[in-house]
């Protein structure tokens, strides 16, 4: 059974589109986050959710809007999509963020690309 | 200074050898330190924690910690091709909500 899951893999798409990304957890985590790896595989974090709660919020452009329906659920929506967006999405969970001292499990990733 | 910083690489080792990677950060407060290995295309992998100062073993894979120096260091002994991917440092803040700074990964090769 997978422990955190992301759709789609693959999301190919135009310029100025919205899309959606979505994750659940089985793990029975309080918190859940959103990482973006740039083509430089660099991975850095955008929105962290503990407890359907927003705890971390980073400088993301407001197209972005995750949304959190229950805590085993993180969705991502992406308004008028550009370019530079183009990168893979990683969801993520741990069992709570403390001090940061839970290891956080990833899902498989969206490869976005944009056209 | 970057918060997290590795040596980039590529680093490339005979099979059998000690690979060594190593991770220096910028915040004092940081009091755990994860490594995360990630194969071409696949997520990322925790495969060592280590919280206290010294050496934590598991396995072929050793992570030492010295926060005096604000170093964290991964040691993967017998190194296999297998193990041949990117390995990431990553360091929570202090009070960060959960929050990891990663490091921009050392890519690893293990060569037969």
């Known amino acids: 059974d997978t422990a955190v899951s992301q759709t789609p893999k693959y999301l190919v798409t135009q310029m100025g589109n919205d899309k959606s990304i979505k994750c659940e957890q089985n793990?029975?985590?309080?918190?859940m986050y959103w990482y973006k790896q740039d083509s430089k595989k660099f991975l850095k974090i955008m929105f962290s959710?503990?407890?359907?709660?927003?705890?971390i919020n980073e400088t993301v452009p407001n197209r972005f809007s995750p949304k959190s329906p229950d805590k085993a659920h993180l969705n991502l929506h992406i308004n008028s999509l550009e370019l530079g967006d183009s990168a893979v999405y990683f969801c993520?969970?741990?069992?709570?963020?403390?001090?940061?001292?839970?290891?956080?499990?990833f899902g498989d990733g969206t490869r976005l690309s944009i056209l | 200074q970057k918060e997290v910083e590795q040596n980039s690489g590529p680093l490339s080792v005979p099979e059998g050898a000690i690979a060594s990677l190593n991770c220096t950060y910028s915040?004092?407060?940081?009091?755990?330190f994860f490594w995360y290995r990630q194969y071409s295309g696949k997520s990322p992998e925790l495969i060592m924690f280590i919280y206290s100062n010294g050496d934590k073993e598991d396995g072929r894979f050793t992570a030492q910690l010295n926060k005096a120096s604000q170093y964290v260091s991964l040691l993967i002994r017998d190194s296999q091709p297998s193990d041949s991917a990117t390995y990431l440092c990553a360091v929570p803040g202090g009070t960060s909500y959960g929050k990891l700074t990663f490091g921009q990964g050392t890519i690893l090769t293990v060569h037969p």
């Open positions: 915040d004092r407060g940081s009091q755990s």
């Open positions: 959710y503990n407890n359907k709660e927003l705890i």
């Open positions: 793990l029975g985590h309080d918190t």
């Open positions: 993520a969970s741990s069992q709570d963020y403390g001090t940061g001292e839970q290891p956080q499990h």
